[in-house]
């Protein structure tokens, strides 16, 4: 799975959990933060079968907007470009 932080909530987060500041492509590389969301993982796992679950994702620096041309005015998310702009994370998921 591809995970992408929520900007807004992140300062929030970082203050509650004593962890200094930092911005989403620190973030997204941070053990804290990394060990936060594999529970939250974890947790998702346990209301699906075994074969929906996730196995192994994978935290992008990015946020999701219409600005960077991930999401349409409708706010949905551009499918198509995750796949293309993230294939070589996505091809990494599927390889180990």
């Known amino acids: 799975a591809l995970i992408f932080l929520d900007s807004e909530m992140l300062p929030g987060w ?8 930092m911005d989403l492509r620190e973030a997204a590389d941070d053990d804290a933060i990394q060990a936060e969301v594999a529970k939250a993982v974890e947790q998702m796992n346990k209301t699906v079968s075994r074969a929906e679950g996730v196995k ?6 990015i946020e999701l907007t219409e600005e960077n041309g991930y999401l349409s005015a409708k706010q949905s998310v551009k499918r198509h470009l995750i796949n293309k702009d993230f294939a070589a994370d996505i091809d990494a998921l599927y390889a180990s």
């Open 56 to 61: 192994k994702f994978k935290i992008l620096p």
């Open 14 to 21: 970082l203050k509650n959990h004593d962890l200094p500041q």
